[in-house]
């Protein structure tokens, strides 16, 4: 069957935000340098404005949204999603990406650029992390390069995805991987891996944009 190719590598010169108030920064930062793209943190707005998509790592999604708002960066980043920039949020990043969050903080605010329903530290409440081998998709196709070994921590469990979400992997019936436009949440941390398909495919949303 043919796969859906991960494109290659995009425009050089293409900025990539990492949301860097807290959480994993360096490991996303050194998986978009390798495929050609310059990487900036993102503090606070300033940072923003220079950038032409934005990933949101993984860590802890409460102290993140607390942080979103102490940085003034939460209506600067609300408007840039609203506008279609890019994004990528990896498990505490999904988190902050989807439109409701159960068992999150009382004081936990979402941002709702794709229209999933998480539930935090909900997967496999026994064990903190697992690693799993994941058939992955894209727009329909499975991707070449066989199945994506997902590291997850603490990771979100996706309780529900809306219609306009493409579903791109799985474990047992939980989506762990989703799309929705520009926006693209996993549950688990592919930049702890050397396997640089996701934030290929990420990028590849920047040529349509
Ligand atoms: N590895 C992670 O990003 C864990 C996410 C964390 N459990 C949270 O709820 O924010």
Do not use: Y
């Amino acid at each position: 069957m043919a796969g859906a190719a991960p494109p290659d590598a995009p425009r050089p010169g293409l900025k990539v935000g990492i949301l860097a108030l807290q959480g994993e920064v360096s490991r996303h930062a050194a998986a978009l340098r390798a495929l050609g793209a310059t990487p900036v943190e993102v503090r606070g707005p300033a940072d923003l404005a220079g950038v032409d998509g934005l990933v949101l790592p993984g860590g802890e999604s409460t102290t993140m949204s607390k942080l979103l708002d102490s940085s003034d960066l939460r209506a600067p980043l609300a408007a840039r999603l609203a506008d279609g920039m890019p994004a990528l949020g990896t498990c505490a990043g999904m988190i902050l990406l989807a439109t409701e969050v159960l068992d999150g903080r009382a004081d936990q605010q979402s941002l709702g650029t794709i229209d999933v329903t998480v539930r935090r530290n909900a997967f496999g409440r026994q064990v903190n992390s697992f690693e799993a081998d994941l058939d992955l998709t894209w727009d329909g196709a499975a991707v070449d390069g066989g199945p994506f070994h997902a590291v997850f921590i603490r990771a979100p469990v996706v309780e529900a995805a809306g219609p306009d979400v493409e579903v791109l992997a799985r474990v047992g019936e939980h989506p762990v991987l989703a799309r929705q436009g520009p926006t693209v949440v996993a549950s688990f941390h592919p930049e702890l891996t050397d396997d640089l398909r996701l934030h290929r495919l990420f990028l590849s949303t920047f040529e349509e944009n």
